[in-house]
């Protein structure tokens, strides 16, 4: 890959107007073009984004979901020949100042993915219980069923190889997706490496929408997910793939 890569940074949004100008503001200081895909808001998120002229926007007009917002920048990325696209949320909840060393990293992997239980920082959240059984439970099973040594299957602040991408076949367009596509990327063969990230919880009550507020009625979203994408994809034993150190 070239030296100086053409880097996109993408945040996905939905109803994020008391947060968004002061994550954009910190975002677009380390000079990549940056993609905001309003994912149908309701609230003054667009009009706000509309303010500015320093970013990109793409508008879905109804809310499709978190995955298909993702699968608009990947789109975006791809159609734009960047090499690198890094994706994180608009709520507060990731440290702008970490996306060069995501960049850094994605030169020699296929996705770096952020963890919140790989190191611990001083002063960082307590994870909702909840969230954190959900999340530990999902990833054991992950690592189970495609080799990885994941300790966040959920962490939205990821930075992809966009060639790594078009391997990919991801459909999933609810909060399930990362499940989707991480046997996808097991059945690449792709390499990973995860970086530590604060954990950082400014809303404990987000609402995941409906009846996914709901723990055990979320967890059997994720197992459906699950076990559609690796009947989908025909793995029937520990995934191809290399998880690199970082």
């Known amino acids: ?76 990325a791809e159609d734009h020949n960047f090499d690198i696209v890094v994706t994180m949320d608009c709520d507060g909840q990731h440290e702008p100042q970490l996306i060069p060393k995501f960049i850094r990293a994605c030169r020699s992997v296929d996705i770096v993915s952020g963890s919140r239980y790989l190191k611990q920082f ?26 990885f040594q994941l300790t966040d299957s959920f962490c939205g602040f990821k930075a992809y190889r966009v060639e790594a991408l078009k391997k990919l076949d991801v459909t999933e367009t609810g909060y399930a997706m990362p499940l989707e ?35 055990s009625t979320r967890l059997n979203y994720y197992h459906f997910v699950l076990d559609r994408s690796l ?4 793995l029937t034993s520990t995934g191809a793939h290399t998880m690199a150190s970082c």
Do not use: C
């Open 1 to 76: 890959m070239k030296q100086r890569d053409k880097s996109l940074i993408a945040l996905p949004v939905y109803n994020e107007a008391s947060t968004i100008h002061a994550v954009l503001d910190q975002v677009v200081s380390y000079g990549h073009p940056v993609l905001v895909v309003n994912d149908g808001s309701t609230d003054d998120t667009l009009k706000l984004l509309l303010q500015r002229d320093d970013i990109i926007v793409v508008t879905h007009e109804k809310n499709s979901g978190y995955g298909a917002a993702l699968m608009t920048a990947f789109r975006y």
């Open 122 to 147: 001083e002063g960082q959240s307590e994870p909702p219980a909840q969230r954190l059984f959900i999340n530990r439970r999902v990833t054991s099973e992950l690592n189970r069923l495609l080799g």
């Open 181 to 215: 596509l991480w046997v996808e990327a097991a059945k690449a063969g792709l390499n990973v490496v995860e970086l530590p990230v604060p954990l950082i919880y400014l809303d404990e009550n987000r609402s995941f929408g409906g009846a996914l507020d709901d723990g």
């Open 231 to 234: 009947a989908r994809s025909g």
